[in-house]
């Protein structure tokens, strides 16, 4: 019997990065996910399907086995701690940084302080909290799921933690970058028992993977 391959993937950016990378070992999908409402697609190989799920699930279906492996970026990974996840491979995917903002016009330099107290907005509460407690600055958080770039303009919080790549939107909205927390890119996650058990048809596709991400990094 073959073994089952399950692949979870999120829609937008991830999905059309990860295409290059599935083609390389050899696997297309069925359907294109941003035009079908189709949530479980086939592949060329009948063994071999991918899970569309919201780009935060995608460590907990691999954690949980009802996906052998996943793409998802670190900010999402750091966010879900990566237990059960073994971690192969940095893709140089979905590349952005992680950053702090404020608006326009707010003393940040004089704000952030040791000592110190910041009201910062975002979908990251343990990556704002720890690079915070690093400075010594104290933080009221506000965990919100999204459009974080609207809290300062309306007096919600002093800051943001958030995901910059062009920085148009903070352009846009009239915010400033004023601290860079890390580089962000997406990786290969693989559920711990399925790396043991479907080694043999795994490992192919994580060596593919891993000349495309070669090339590009
Ligand atoms: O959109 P949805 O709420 O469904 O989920 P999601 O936002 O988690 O998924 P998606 O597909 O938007 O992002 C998936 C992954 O792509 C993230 O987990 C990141 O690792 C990575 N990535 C890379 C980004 C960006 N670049 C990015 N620019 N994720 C989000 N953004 C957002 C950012 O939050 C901000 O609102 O884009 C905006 C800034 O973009 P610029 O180009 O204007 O600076
Ligand atoms: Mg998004």
């Known amino acids: ?126 990556i704002a909290a720890e690079h915070f407690a690093s400075k010594g600055v104290h933080i009221d958080l506000i965990k919100l799921y999204g459009s974080m770039e609207l809290a300062p303009l309306v007096g919600l919080s002093d800051a943001i933690v958030d995901l910059v790549s062009s920085g148009n939107t903070l352009k846009a909205n009239h915010l400033k970058a004023v601290e860079h927390i890390s580089d962000i890119s997406s990786r290969l996650v693989v559920n711990k028992a399925a790396l043991k058990l479907k080694y043999h048809v795994l490992q192919p596709i994580i060596d593919a993977f891993a000349k495309v991400a070669r090339c590009t990094s």
């Open 1 to 126: 019997m073959t073994t089952q391959l399950t692949i979870a993937l999120s829609k937008g950016r991830i999905f059309e990065e990860t295409l290059p990378l599935l083609s390389e070992a050899g696997i297309e999908a069925a359907e294109n996910p941003e035009q079908s409402r189709k949530l479980i697609i086939g592949t060329n190989h009948d063994h071999i399907r991918l899970i569309i799920v919201r780009a935060t699930d995608v460590p907990t279906y691999v954690q949980y086995g009802a996906a052998d492996f996943g793409i998802a970026g670190k900010d999402v990974l750091t966010e879900h701690g990566g237990e059960g996840l073994y971690q192969p491979l940095d893709l140089q995917i979905a590349k952005c940084r992680m950053m702090v903002a404020v608006a326009e016009d707010f003393d940040y330099e004089r704000a952030s302080q040791p000592g110190c107290r910041l009201r910062v907005a975002s979908k990251y509460p343990h």
